[in-house]
């Protein structure tokens, strides 16, 4: 009973914590309703394809959905009461015009519509209530029936309603066609889908709602726009919800999707993603029967659309076959069907392209029936040259789990090409951010903290998992950022994996001019410590807004040792911060980039050791410009051993003049 009880109360305490955890979420989006944790009442149900249906065509139901957590508004400033949503519906009248009642998008202060009654009420009123104050419920309705008692201007019109279903405000059915400059009518119960948009501006106290039908975008004007003071009308704590009901007129009302947002436009739905509606019944009365003439001609039809559908059978086919081999059975739960990613693409359309470069195009894909965003490269491949251990060396990437790593979800391959699954990265790669003349660029404080995770994320592949990773291409173009600005190490193409303890060098020249360590130009093999110094000026890149080699310029690093040299080396920082840093961590953060980027790869930090540089846990060696060495820690951890006095430091300066990233133009590498 003991058990029973503590297992009681931290149940309850896990949906509180939740529940107010989604109370701060304002908004959400809703393509299908089968993940979605809407509350349902009445006959509201759900079909398996996710397709919501809040009324049958039974007489006097109702069906309600509310998203069930409270949304949060500060009435005692107008401004924050802005809100904005959009739905797509369809209502499928159970006789040819003739079918009730309609459905309507409600706030409401409380989820308990128990006194609620169908019909004209929609399943919100009764006629105790109805017109009273205190029922501080705003609705906009779409209604099929003309009720008189509610002086409705026609049985095919919107209306805005406050505490009552009197309307404050309605119209006739319509949209406002932008091409034709007016409006045009069409009407509510055809059974297609029609989209809906509510917003309300709390500054200028105005609510605009807007219609059209499923196949056209938001019109530029909405259809009603009332003046509205919503302080009055709203509590703190609302519910949102959707409702229908019927009355001695049945239609079946159904919700495909749905978003909302408190804090600002809320997203609008993606039409492709939408669940259909089921087939409609025939209409009774409407069947004849065929006459010879038009059976022939049936089967005629018949036999030409058959012809066709086995030619686009085998066309179709063709154009999903994928090379697969008995040596990748191992593999298969890493395996994507090239179909599902065709769909998932849009046919790699080009509007879907996010990315390009030497390897070929990404696409941004969704992948149903979870939808999943997802970014997909294709890369083009030998076929006959190492791809065995190419595709395991992929699905063994797949196995790394890291914060800091964008997440390689898997691989298909077809003839000629390979197609690489990834998650997908809405903001994009770092470097499109920080050379952007159109997109907001990012403080420093962004850029300190993606510093910090691209450093935690290389740690992670050379020390902290069961294999040693070497990336060999880290750059900003490889660094993408999720939604909360976070960096994240991706493109692994290059990468390699070794066991512990095994010979780390790799023995082909692949990377980036400009990242590449001496050593790797002189010898083409690869280590950590090669990653260390691609780190090293990526870090300095990031710091100082400038990329590695500038035309008719230094490079990066002498570049910033310049600075360093004439006493300002907090000037090298990227103008474009205007000053506003953290003085210590720009100092840190370059001094710590010239460190990785020495010439000499013994003198280079770990990453272990950077990360406890970034984090403030060991402390640079302060060693002015002037001094007769450049000191740094040794690859050693121990506190008690002696700093190593390395190049002098002058000698360091003196050789840029003949550093191989300044003199080569172009070098060919691999997968590039």
């Known amino acids: 009973m003991v058990r029973l009880f503590y297992f009681s109360i931290v149940f309850k305490a896990s949906f509180i914590f939740l529940a107010l955890a989604q109370a701060e979420n304002q908004f959400f989006i809703y393509h299908g309703f089968n993940q979605s944790e809407l509350h349902r009442d009445g006959i509201a149900r759900i079909h398996p394809n996710g397709l919501m249906q809040l009324t049958n065509t039974t007489e006097l139901v109702t069906g309600r959905a509310f998203y069930p957590f409270p949304i949060k508004f500060n009435i005692s400033s107008p401004q924050s009461l802005s809100f904005s949503t959009n739905f797509v519906f369809a209502m499928v009248p159970k006789l040819l015009n003739f079918g009730g009642n309609g459905m309507a998008f409600f706030i409401s202060p409380s989820t308990d519509f128990s006194q609620a009654v169908a019909g004209a009420y929609l399943g919100i009123f009764s006629n105790p209530n109805n017109g009273l104050s205190i029922n501080h419920i705003l609705a906009v309705e779409v209604d099929t029936v003309q009720s008189p008692e509610f002086r409705d201007i026609d049985g095919n019109h919107v209306g805005i309603d406050v505490n009552s279903l009197q309307s404050n405000k309605s119209a006739s059915a319509a949209y ?15 059974g297609n889908p029609i989209h809906i948009w509510i917003d309300y501006n709390g500054t200028e106290q105005l609510l605009n709602v807007t219609l059209a039908p499923i196949t056209i975008e938001k019109p530029n004007k909405p259809l009603l726009s009332a003046p ?16 229908a009901a019927t009355g001695t007129r049945a239609s079946d009302q159904y919700v495909l999707g749905w978003s909302f947002n408190k804090t600002g436009p809320s997203k609008n739905l993606d039409i492709s993603k939408l669940p259909q509606l089921p087939p409609r019944p025939p209409q009774p009365g409407r069947g004849k029967k065929l006459d010879r003439t ?3 001609s049936i089967v005629a039809i018949a036999v030409v659309l058959i012809t066709i559908g086995g030619a686009v059978y085998f066309v179709r086919k063709k154009k999903y076959e994928e090379l697969y081999e ?9 395996r994507f069907s090239y179909k599902n990613l065709y ?14 470069g030497g390897f070929g195009k990404v696409y941004r894909g969704v992948l149903p029936p979870s939808n999943a965003e997802i970014a997909v490269k294709k890369v083009s491949h030998d076929s006959n040259q190492g791809m065995k251990q190419f595709v395991s060396e992929i699905v063994t990437m797949g196995k790394l789990r890291h914060r800091n790593l964008v997440q390689l979800r898997g691989y298909c391959r077809r003839k000629g090409e390979l197609l690489l699954v990834y998650d997908y990265m809405p903001n994009g790669s770092l470097d499109k951010i920080m050379y952007s003349n159109t997109r907001p660029n990012l403080n420093w404080f962004q850029r300190f903290r993606i510093i910090k995770g691209v450093a935690y994320g290389l740690l992670y592949l050379h020390e902290e998992w ?8 880290i750059k900003p173009a490889n660094i993408l950022l999720d939604a909360d600005l976070d960096g994240k190490l991706g493109d692994f193409g290059l990468a390699r994996l070794y066991d512990r303890g095994s010979n780390l060098h790799t023995t082909n020249l692949v990377g980036t001019v400009g990242y590449l360590a001496p050593e790797l130009l002189k010898t083409g093999k690869g280590t950590t410590s090669t990653d260390v110094y691609a780190f090293g000026v990526f870090m300095l890149e990031v710091a100082c807004g400038r990329r590695p080699i500038e035309p008719g310029d230094l490079d990066l690093v002498d570049w910033v040792i310049d600075y360093w040299k004439r006493g300002a080396l907090l000037d090298a920082s990227d103008q474009r911060f205007e000053g506003i840093f953290v003085e210590e961590q720009m100092e840190l953060v370059l001094k710590l980039g010239l460190f990785c980027s020495h010439p000499h790869p013994d003198t280079r930090p770990s990453m272990r050791q950077v990360t406890q540089y970034l984090d403030g846990e060991a402390v640079l060696p302060n060693i002015p410009p002037d001094s007769s060495a450049f000191s740094v820690l040794t690859a050693k951890n121990e506190a008690s051993e002696s700093d190593k006095v390395m190049t002098s430091f002058s000698s360091l300066v003196a050789s840029s003049s003949s550093h191989p990233l300044s003199t080569m133009d172009s070098i060919i590498t691999e997968g590039r």
Do not use: C
């Open 176 to 190: 406002y066609s932008d091409k034709e400059r007016k409006l045009r009518s069409f009407v509510l119960e055809t």
């Open 326 to 334: 008995d040596w990748e059975k191992e593999y298969g739960p890493h």
């Open 294 to 296: 038009i059976i022939v």
């Open 228 to 243: 509205l003071n919503l302080s009055q009308l709203l509590l703190d704590s609302m519910y949102v919800g959707i409702s």
């Open 343 to 356: 769909k998932a693409t849009k046919g790699f359309k080009e509007k879907e392209v996010i990315g390009q």
């Open 466 to 473: 069961e294999q040693v990773v070497l990336h060999r291409d």
